[in-house]
């Protein structure tokens, strides 16, 4: 079977905890966002898993816990 032709597939924890954040790419040189996907998207999975995203529910909690 061809890699292209198979669906990019998480296990169910693995899933859930991903779907339960929001993700972004480092800002570009617009001073824009790019929103990533990693529950969906094989590229998206493969850059979080390198560090390269930020969660954002995940720095706000670090945020909220420093201040207090």
């Known amino acids: 079977m061809d890699q292209e032709m198979t669906k990019f597939r998480l296990p169910r924890k693995t899933k859930k905890k991903l779907e339960k954040d929001f993700y972004t790419y480092p800002k570009s040189e617009q001073n824009t966002y790019l929103v990533?996907?990693?529950?969906?998207?094989?590229?998206?999975?493969?850059?979080?898993?390198?560090?390269?995203?930020?969660?954002?529910?995940?720095?706000?909690?670090?945020?909220?816990?420093?201040?207090?």
């Open 36 to 68: 990533a996907w990693p529950s969906k998207y094989e590229e998206d999975y493969i850059a979080y898993k390198k560090g390269l995203l930020r969660g954002l529910k995940e720095e706000s909690k670090k945020r909220l816990k420093d201040e207090r």
